[in-house]
């Protein structure tokens, strides 16, 4: 029997991936990965990776009766994840960081190691999104059945390889209820566990850990219209992300948003609803589920933040880098991941690429 490894958080979503997939016959076992130092000071108390989330994912294997085993990759974590989230807000961009510890943590150095140390034939998560292999023997990327819990933007950089070996249980069930139904079913004490919706590695306001990591992305600079009249002055560029309409540091009549962050200058461009006239955007780093792109021009309804609105456009490839034409104009903050959509299959994404007004 293949043997299948389960990512376990700590929370109940993959608390319930791995009682479904044991529930199944299916010879499991459980990991936990410590993603911040031991004992160390934790500026997320509800951060899977912490202590606690550990003895919680414990726990629950022990009440499945799987093996369970703690693999450290705070290193990685803090590489990967938190020093690019700091990097990036302080260079006046918007990263998602659960889009990078998709990336680099579960899918590149966890798959890595349970398949060559310990001769894992598949890894199992607790994400909301569904797997299916198509008529033509790939491998698919869809939407979760809940479409209010999807997460499938944050995994649109998966591949065949890694699609290969991937399981995501939870991707059919019908809603959050259902998740915590089979929980309390299996008598998993996660099935009360509260949810985070916070970024996990900094709960409360995630400006202060980028004032602290780079104090010199909050000095003070000018916030401009379009046309170079300054009308105020903002915080600093750690503290604005492109589409921001509060807290910009101008006091008008008017409803204004961040339309451009000058880092050079350290300037905020600030303009009206009707000022927003963007449509082209230059993509990095871009990937496809199937490996090619459906071709090099094609149309895709694309998302732009975490469980957003697809906008209709298309994407023009060159390689790994792209240029999304919306239909409409749309802010779009660099550092964000554009999504690429066919119904409810991933057919790929990028990073938004800075860019000059």
């Not at 996660?190 to 909050?218: H, Q």
Request: some cysteine; glycine content about 10%; overall charge negative.
């Amino acid at each position: 029997m293949s043997r299948v490894f389960v990512a376990m958080s700590g929370g109940v979503d993959s608390s319930v991936a791995a009682a479904i997939l044991a529930d199944r016959g299916e010879d499991v076992v459980g990991v936990w990965m410590r993603l911040v130092p031991s004992g160390g000071d934790v500026d997320a108390p509800r951060c899977c990776g912490t202590d606690e989330a550990g003895e919680d994912a414990r726990r629950a294997a022990a009440a499945l009766g799987i093996p369970f085993y703690a693999l450290d990759y705070a290193d990685v974590f803090g590489e990967k994840v938190v020093d690019r989230f700091v990097d990036a807000y302080a260079g006046g961009e918007t990263p998602n960081p659960c889009v990078s510890c998709n990336q680099h943590v579960k899918f590149d150095a966890l798959l890595h190691d349970v398949v060559r140390k310990f001769g894992g034939d598949r890894l199992a998560t607790g994400h909301y999104v569904r797997a299916t292999t198509g008529r033509d023997g790939r491998r698919q990327l869809l939407r979760a059945r809940d479409a209010s819990k999807d997460q499938s933007y944050a995994l649109y950089m998966l591949g065949q390889r890694e699609l290969a070996r991937l399981e995501f249980p939870i991707g059919e069930l019908r809603d959050k209820s259902e998740t915590r139904a089979i929980a309390a079913r299996f008598g998993l004490a996660t099935a009360t566990k509260a949810e985070s919706m916070d970024i996990c590695f900094a709960p409360g306001d995630y400006r202060e850990l980028v004032r602290d990591r780079a104090p010199e992305a909050f000095v003070p600079g000018p916030v401009e219209r379009t046309d170079g009249t300054v009308v105020g002055t903002h915080a600093g560029i750690g503290a604005l992300t492109v589409g921001q309409r509060t807290g910009v540091g101008v006091a008008t009549g008017e409803r204004l948003y961040v339309l451009h962050l000058d880092t050079e200058r350290r300037a905020a461009v600030v303009g009206t609803r009707a000022e927003i006239a963007r449509r082209t955007y230059a993509l990095t780093d871009v990937t496809f589920v199937a490996g090619d792109p459906p071709s090099s021009r094609f149309a895709t309804n694309v998302v732009l933040r975490y469980r957003g609105i697809p906008l209709a456009g298309y994407v023009d490839v060159d390689r790994s880098h792209a240029t999304l034409d919306l239909e409409a104009p749309a802010l779009v903050a660099p550092g964000q991941a554009a999504v690429f959509y066919d119904g409810d299959e991933v057919i790929g994404g990028g990073v938004v690429a800075r860019s000059t007004l």
